[in-house]
């Protein structure tokens, strides 16, 4: 039986460094108190740094494909000075970074360290990475892709929603440039020229025709903003260059490629694609998802399932195709002042997390005793 007490004085812990994305030097401290923390007889450490972002992942084996990694973030979006001190009150532990993530985290880290201290351990690795606010690329984007990390499944407790909640959609992202040029003239007379934000406005009204977009909250399909837009230098004067961006968000990747499709036949291929992110539709029948909500109400939990917006660095590991549990600690006031994540979840999802891995992953194959 594993004592809750110990994720809630490590997640204090974690957020008393204020590990914002843009701190390097922050970042860097965290993961050393983190590499620190788990050092101890049983666990393999590899850290790992893409353009100044650390990340490391921990395992019980030296592998890069233990059959089941946990993955969180230690980066938190910016905040005041007094947020990054944690504090109690009544049953909500407050601070930045309390619900997204480092209660999850510090969950996770207390979970590989009471493996270590069984005879057999399971296939585990626990990654954990520095850029996940400003997009992932330099944390599991880099560890999957350029140091080869795969597994079977992935757990990545990072979503809104609380224990009881199963996130099996999250939208992909397509964010575009499109361009559009023409030819100045005096304002006066305009048929001399070809007035480039006219043609823009054109080929963004033909892609609002050809691109069905869902118009609530209860649909699920694309949405289409318009998030900027810049064109023009006098009033009196025939603009030859004008440019826009639109954030697209998808729920299938056929629909990624109708959207692309669509924007390269309207604008004749003037474009540029500035941000991309895999959507997750996970098998809500999955094995280990089943197996995962099957344990979930051994412990007395009601399964619900969700679809979420936003997106997490779920993307990288639906993009391999590697199906991912995402679920999350009940939480409030995320990316905003007073973050808090509710206590009693930090020992809840411990208790599960580690029943989890123990009865459901195989154990590993120990030719020499790792960690010593
Ligand atoms: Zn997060």
Known sequence: MTEP??????TKRLIEIPSESTNKAELRRIVDFVRNYLDVPGIYIQEYESDGFPSL????????SPQCMMVGHLDVVSADKEEFEAHV?????YGRG?????????????????LALRPEKPSVGLMLTTDEELG????VHYLLEKEGYSSEIAIIPDSHDGIDTIILNQKGILQVKIEADGLAAHGSRPFLGENAIDKLMDMYGELRGAV?????????????NLGRIRGGLAVNQVPDHAELHLDIRYAKSEESEHVLHEVKRITKGQFDVVAEGYPVDEDRNNEWIVKYANMLEKHGIEVKYDKEEGGSDARFFAEKQIPVIITGLQ??????????VVIEDLGQFQVILSQYLVENVKPVTLSQPAGV
Do not use: P, Q
Not at 212 to 224: F, N, R
């Open 98 to 114: 309390a619900g997204d993530m480092k209660g999850a985290v510090a969950v996770m880290i207390e979970v590989m360290r009471h």
């Open 5 to 10: 007490s110990s994720a809630l004085a490590l």
């Open 212 to 224: 069905k977009t869902v118009k609530s909250a209860d649909e699920w399909g694309i949405t289409m």
């Open 136 to 139: 992932g690329l330099h944390g």
């Open 57 to 64: 992942v921990a395992t019980f084996e030296d592998t890069k």
């Open 89 to 93: 009150i009544e049953n909500r532990l």
């Open 331 to 340: 939480k409030g006031n995320i990316h905003s002042d007073k973050e808090w």
